[in-house]
């Protein structure tokens, strides 16, 4: 089991690494995806209006495990005021995916992307790696890795988009 982590965290920074060299700008429009989702197909347009906090991660990514918990909460707490989380898994095996999510049950959105085409074409580079968008589909941050120090300022982010939310 061990064995088939490093394998496919090897092949998973290899992609990483041939992305290309622009990521995603703030101020820029976030470009959407249609992607299968754990209980339908998950739209990035379906959520216009909305403020998201989309968030990629992996099966074999660490800081992804310590940041389901924090997204959960945010989910709870914002998503009566037009918030949503929408996860993207990268994992190429979905069965990697729902056995993360077995144990680290997702209280929002999940996609799975086993083409690596949507963390491509937002130039991902890490795993976790998050974009705040607004409800006009504007990228408002881009945030790579998850550490617990950064739950408040992350928070603090979603707060101000919200308050801009009309």
């Known amino acids: 089991m061990q ?3 490093a ?3 090897a092949l998973a920074l290899t992609i ?13 429009t976030a470009p959407d995806f249609d992607l299968a989702g754990s209980l339908a197909a998950v739209k990035l347009s379906d959520y216009k ?28 707490r914002y998503g009566a005021k037009g918030f949503r989380v ?3 898994n990268v994992d190429q095996k979905t069965d990697d995916a729902k056995a993360f999510l077995k144990d680290t ?4 959105d999940v996609a799975f992307d086993q083409t690596g ?9 890490g795993m976790p790696t998050s974009v705040l968008i607004g409800p006009d589909g504007k ?22 988009a919200l308050s801009s939310q009309k």
Request: proline residues 7%; aromatic residues 12%.
């Open 3 to 5: 064995k088939h982590y």
């Open 7 to 9: 394998k496919t965290a």
């Open 16 to 28: 990483l690494l041939s992305l290309p060299a622009g990521a995603i700008e703030v101020g820029q």
């Open 49 to 76: 209006g909305k403020t998201v906090y989309l968030d990629f991660w992996a099966s074999w990514c660490g800081p992804c495990k310590q940041s389901f918990p924090w997204m959960n909460e945010m989910q709870s």
């Open 86 to 88: 929408v996860g993207v």
């Open 105 to 108: 049950p997702a209280r929002f």
């Open 117 to 125: 085409k949507t963390p491509k074409t937002y130039a991902i580079k």
């Open 139 to 160: 990228v408002i941050s881009v945030h790579s890795g998850f550490k617990p120090e950064q739950r408040a300022e992350l928070e603090t982010q979603i707060q101000q």
